[in-house]
């Protein structure tokens, strides 16, 4: 039986980590480097570090913060892939397959997409018969429009398409994607935990896995996520603020009889 992944979500804009709360404040709060050797000694099973930036800046002229400046994205994913000693996941604004390519040759395992995908579905087919669909993650953020029900948001989770997430979920699969985030644009943030209505309703109507994001606030949070079908739980926010976070998520998973990798620190 495979064994549940805990993922770390971190979110770079304009090459600085950033804290998200309903995909629109967000608050600095280390540096991509930095972030990644401190998840990497706690021993993540995967890392998904996502783009949010609105612009094309990403060199800081700080040189009193104590790590490299980058003039762009690709710099940040090679920088941070000397340090991920586990699969590492990219997105943001990618937009073409070049853009694919080169992420994966500056050191990342696999890429997500969210709007292009939505915008041109074909790209998803494109791109999994060029890399695989074990490569292809797409995103989709789900929000609670006006009528009270589920609908898929694009472009930073600011535009409405109209998709149901179900129905977009059973397209992204027939269309070669390997595995969906599914992440919850009102319980960014919130600590109120995920949606598990949500997550039960995407997962029944698809067999590739599901990565769950958005909304945890404790470790029963990822276990409520598990107990309902769940391959993969991710959150970003408390893996900022919580000492050994992916060792103790791990460790209470592990104590309360889930099947999780057995909780280490790698010196």
Not at 194 to 201: A, E, G, Q, T, V
Not at 225 to 241: M, Q, R, T, Y
Request: proline fraction near 3%.
């Amino acid at each position: 039986m495979l064994k549940f992944r805990i993922i770390p979500c971190l979110l770079i804009k304009n090459g600085l980590i950033v804290q998200s709360k309903f995909f629109k404040r967000h608050q600095v709060i280390g540096n991509p480097s930095t972030s990644v050797k401190r998840l990497s000694t706690w021993a993540a099973d995967e890392l998904i570090y996502i783009d949010i930036s609105r612009d094309e800046s990403y060199d800081l002229k700080r040189d009193d913060l104590n790590h490299p400046s980058h003039k762009s994205f690709f710099e940040i994913v090679k920088e941070i892939s000397k340090y991920a000693f586990m699969p590492l996941t990219v997105g943001g604004k990618i937009r073409t397959l070049e853009d694919i390519r080169l992420i994966l040759n500056a050191g990342a395992d696999k890429v997500t997409i969210n709007t292009e995908a939505i915008e041109n579905p074909e790209f998803i087919r494109q791109a999994a018969r060029n890399f695989g669909s074990q490569c292809i993650v797409v995103s989709i953020d789900v929000d609670i429009n006006e009528n009270n029900s589920y609908e898929v948001k694009s472009h930073f989770g600011k535009k409405w398409t109209g998709l149901n997430p179900i129905d977009w979920a059973k397209e992204v699969e027939k269309l070669g994607a390997g595995e969906i985030l599914l992440n919850s644009v009102q319980r960014d943030g919130t600590k109120k935990g995920y949606d598990i209505n949500l997550i039960k309703s995407v997962i029944s109507s698809t067999e590739i896995p599901v990565i769950a994001l958005g909304g945890v606030g404790e470790w029963q949070d990822f276990a409520n996520a598990l107990d309902n079908g769940i391959s993969a739980v991710s959150a970003a926010n408390i893996f900022h603020h919580t000492e050994q976070s992916v060792f103790n998520a791990k460790k209470y998973l592990y104590e309360n009889g889930y099947n999780v990798r057995f909780p280490e620190i790698i010196e």
